[in-house]
């Protein structure tokens, strides 16, 4: 079973910036591909970004490319989503997924955090 958790959502103005951690439990979390996805209210879950599990390859939808980054410290079982230029269209849950190795899919998911940008 794999266990994570958000945080660092919060409210901001557009333009400012927002760091959103998730940590991960087990002794091979740290191994699995992660990603970061969002949901607004009334719209349908996408991806945000992955990142595989040694944090060489890294992936970004492309609206967010150029804004946002996604890095991991292994060390500490923590996946970070730093969100740069943020605008109110990223306001949504952003949750973090851990994608198993062989499984072809997200499998684990954690509660979501709040982010809230305004003009």
């Known amino acids: 079973q794999v266990q994570l958790v958000e945080s660092g959502g919060g409210l901001v103005q557009a333009g400012g910036s927002l760091r959103l951690s998730c940590t991960t439990s087990g002794r091979t979390a740290n191994t699995y591909t992660m990603g970061w996805f969002r949901q607004a209210p009334g719209k349908e879950r996408e991806f945000v970004a992955g990142i595989s599990g040694s944090g060489a390859n890294t992936y970004y939808t492309d609206s967010v490319k150029g804004r946002f980054t996604i890095s991991r410290d292994n060390a500490k079982n923590t996946v970070y989503l730093q969100m740069n230029s943020l605008k109110p269209e990223d306001t949504a849950v952003y949750s973090c997924?851990?994608?198993?190795?062989?499984?072809?899919?997200?499998?684990?998911w954690g509660q979501g955090t709040q982010v809230t940008v305004s003009s």
């Open positions: 997924a851990a994608h198993l190795p062989g499984t072809g899919t997200y499998n684990y």
